[in-house]
């Protein structure tokens, strides 16, 4: 809230708009911008000032304060000249929610479901497009705004809701300005605000809002790597090193292994951790102090603005590793049971470990990201092409019982997510067009220890081929906006092969839900043999068994070879079928091309 005084005819920006009293964060460094406005000094009598800092840039004000015991509030700032108050600016301490900061991020126990909203649903139509913004929608550009926004989100989260999904994750939804393409919404122009496109701050707080009476959880797709060439504050920088200059543009190598390669050269170090991932994306320094402190005040906010319950960080593993632990570890003394997942999109077990924290393999460097999880791209390569090779001794399941064996290089092996597909991959239905292989390849996902994430419209049998381009596999959900000539959001929209799809889906993914060994349990798994594929998850006195028969005709199980589980196990309950198992008789048969679930009695 701000008070321009009479000398000054201008509107400031502060940022963080605000705070929260009781933070453990209670010095709050606010960036204060106004044409000239380093020529005043702060006083307060309400707030202690612990440190002005100018820049080159004399729009810039940077100004310390303490919040330290000060109790939810307005608390006033003045800007003066010479003793003379040239401005107030009124900063509000609001009140936390209770327990705020013991939130309980997202686990195991979840089934996140990640959306682009442009895509997905367009439930106000009055915000297609905004005079303020650049970028108008039309929907007959497959790269264009489409109109999907927060309030078709909030929508269809019943549909969410009845598919088993317990968390939503969703592409940015910060301003992006960007001429073309804005719709992805990694550029971002301002990240304090929402993009009028997509709605309001306050719809988004609804989301959240509307997903807790849920019992489903919120992850913020949050981009520390880099902003939009539009954003306000690097069309006025700050100062010179807000960004990596090379001076201006210089091109990432995307070469994330120099950032533990002992033989790495300084000059490829550098391209990697200080390129531009493109040339509309400026590079943020995170060795600068101030811009690490912006962000990760940032992150913060957003928790307690929106009550979030995690994040998805972007593009983690591009930025200077240092500052980026910084960040993360400053997010989670704040709020110790949150939950941050980083793209660290590599290609080798060992260096995706090296990300996560507490690793064994960073410590060989003396390096802890603090980071708590990362995302299992590797196993997304197996699953790209496993289940469509000729099985060979390092083809077909075989790739995927490999990416296991290496479980033991991950210091929280629970924790990292797992997928077959995202926003930026070809679609697993476009790689495998058979239901049968996306029942395998979901049940999978299902029952493999992490935390599952599955890719909107997927589960109605949506596809999209990545070498057609982004707009292929970033289609519109059927449904999503009027006039469309079948609504999928409902069952008596869905063609007979997007219900098979959704019913096998809502079956597999609602039982997932309470198998508690699938979410924390051992897992036990044996060598494929001709193709099939056999492990246990086991916690406690609850075992099941999965069986993934990648075969096309059915295959006769020697249940011998599982002894060391079935030893005394009668008989079991296949989940999918709800069928009772006899397993007594030492074999087992299964169809071509089908996964079971055995819960084991």
């Known amino acids: 809230m701000l008070w321009v005084g009479m000398a000054y005819s201008q509107q400031l920006r502060v940022e963080p708009p605000n705070w929260w009293a009781g933070m453990l964060h209670d010095e709050v460094e606010l960036m204060i911008y106004g044409k000239e406005i380093s020529t005043l000094e702060p006083v307060s009598d309400d707030l202690e000032i612990l440190s002005v800092r100018r820049t080159d840039n004399p729009n810039y004000l940077f100004v310390t304060i303490s919040t330290a015991g000060k109790t939810p509030g307005s608390y006033a700032l003045e800007l003066q000249k010479k003793g003379r108050t040239k401005m107030e600016v009124a900063y509000d301490l609001l009140e936390r929610r209770a327990d705020s900061e013991n939130r309980k991020g997202f686990d195991s126990s979840d089934l996140i479901y990640l959306i682009m909203p442009d895509r997905f649903a367009n439930g106000d139509t009055d915000n297609d497009s905004s005079p303020d913004l650049i970028e108008k929608a039309d929907r007959s550009l497959p790269g264009g705004r489409h109109g999907g926004d927060i309030q078709g989100v909030i929508d269809h989260l019943d ?102 390669d002992p033989n790495a050269s300084a000059i490829d170090t550098r391209y990697n951790e200080d390129g531009w991932f493109v040339k509309t994306m400026p590079d943020l320094n995170q060795r600068n102090p101030a811009t690490l402190k912006y962000l990760i005040q940032n992150a913060i906010w957003w928790i307690e603005y929106a009550d979030l319950d995690g994040f998805r960080v972007d593009t983690y593993s591009y930025g200077n590793k240092e500052g980026m632990a910084a960040w993360t570890k400053a997010i989670m003394d704040e709020y110790p049971n949150f939950n941050i997942v980083g793209e660290v999109w590599m290609h080798d077990q060992a260096q995706m470990a090296y990300w996560q924290k507490d690793s064994k393999v960073g410590a060989i460097q003396g390096f802890n990201s603090h ?3 990362v995302m299992d791209f590797t196993l997304h390569d197996a699953i790209s092409d496993a289940f469509k090779e000729e099985a060979s001794w390092d083809k077909g399941l075989i790739e995927v019982y490999e990416n296991f064996t290496n479980d033991f290089l991950y210091p929280d092996i629970d924790n990292i997510m797992v997928f077959a597909e995202n926003h930026d991959t070809s679609r697993i239905n476009e790689l495998y067009p058979e239901l049968q292989d996306y029942k395998l390849i979901m049940t999978l996902m299902a029952t493999v220890r992490g935390i599952p994430q599955i890719y909107y419209g997927s589960e109605i049998g949506m596809k999209g081929d990545k070498a057609q381009g982004d707009a292929d596999i970033r289609r519109d959900f059927p449904g999503g906006w009027e006039g469309d000539t079948q609504n999928a959001f ?5 063609t007979a092969e997007q219900a098979a799809y959704f019913d096998f889906s809502k079956t597999l993914f609602n039982w997932r839900k309470t198998a508690t060994a699938i979410h924390k349990g051992k897992t036990v798994h044996f060598v494929p043999q001709d193709e099939v594929y056999v492990y246990f998850r086991i916690l406690g006195e609850q075992r099941i068994m999965v069986v993934l028969n990648n075969n096309d005709d059915p295959v006769t199980l020697d249940l011998a070879r599982f002894a060391e589980i079935l030893e005394g196990v009668p008989a079991g309950e296949e989940v999918l079928t709800s069928q009772p198992v006899e397993l007594s008789g030492g074999t087992l048969e299964v169809a071509g091309k089908t996964p079971m679930i055995i819960e084991l009695k």
């Open 159 to 260: 549909y969410l809701q009845e598919l088993g999904a317990t968390a939503l994750w969703s592409t940015p939804l910060c301003q992006d300005n960007d001429s073309t393409y804005s719709y992805h919404t990694y550029a971002q122009s301002d990240v304090y605000h929402i993009d009028a496109r997509y709605g309001s701050n306050e719809d988004y707080r609804r989301l959240a809002q509307e997903l807790h009476k849920r019992d489903m959880k919120l992850i913020m797709d949050y981009v520390t790597n880099h902003w939009g060439m539009l954003h306000w504050m690097i069309k006025d920088l700050p100062e010179y090193d807000w960004i990596h200059q090379f001076p201006g543009y210089g091109q990432t190598n995307y070469r994330m292994t120099t950032q533990m």
């Open 371 to 373: 980071l708590p999880s």
């Open 490 to 494: 409902e069952a008596s929209g869905r």
